[in-house]
């Protein structure tokens, strides 16, 4: 398994690395786009990035002006999702997310592009707390773009 770690401590932990597997390019069926693997999964790495630098400017590159689905809340603009992410960030003010670069599943759907892939998640909200720990399957759904135009976690 390759895990790609982010968290909000050791800033010089966050570089992205770049995937060890073939790269294969995908092509949706009503659009010219051609996205290599490694594309997509550098959109969805630099969305972990983001948060864990808390430069949440970049989401003005990463998501769609408006988000169809923000972990369960619907139609969301970039600067609520910003907001959501500072709020969240205030209460668990302690994190890491391991993103599983294996597990990644691509599929193209008409002019966009469904990825679902595996994170391991930690938090805490002061240091001397014990981590929560949390195993996620996530669904990224990305326009003809590569902005992501939702974000959940899949129900196991």
């Given at each position: ?10 800033l010089d ?6 995937p ?11 659009s010219?786009?051609?996205y290599?693997?490694d594309?997509i999964?550098n ?27 923000f972990?369960?809340k619907?139609?969301l603009?970039v ?20 993103v ?27 240091e001397?707390?014990n ?9 990224i ?16």
């Amino acid at each position: 398994i390759k895990l790609n770690k982010f968290e909000n401590k050791n800033l010089d932990k966050t570089q992205i690395e770049s995937p060890n597997s073939v790269n294969s390019t995908f092509k949706s069926n009503n659009s010219d786009n051609n996205y290599s693997e490694d594309e997509i999964k550098n959109v969805i790495n630099n969305y972990y990035q983001a948060i864990s630098t808390k430069n949440f400017n970049e989401f003005y590159n990463i998501f769609n002006p408006l988000v169809d689905n923000f972990f369960g809340k619907a139609n969301l603009t970039v600067d609520q999702i910003i907001n959501e992410n500072i709020n969240y960030q205030n209460r668990w003010t302690h994190f890491e997310i391991y993103v599983d670069t294996n597990s990644f599943v691509i599929n193209p759907t008409g002019n966009n592009t469904d990825v679902s892939y595996n994170i391991f998640y930690k938090v805490k909200k002061k240091e001397s707390d014990n981590w929560k720990t949390f195993n996620l399957k996530m669904n990224i759904k990305l326009n003809n773009n590569l902005k992501i135009l939702s974000i959940y976690e899949i129900k196991q």
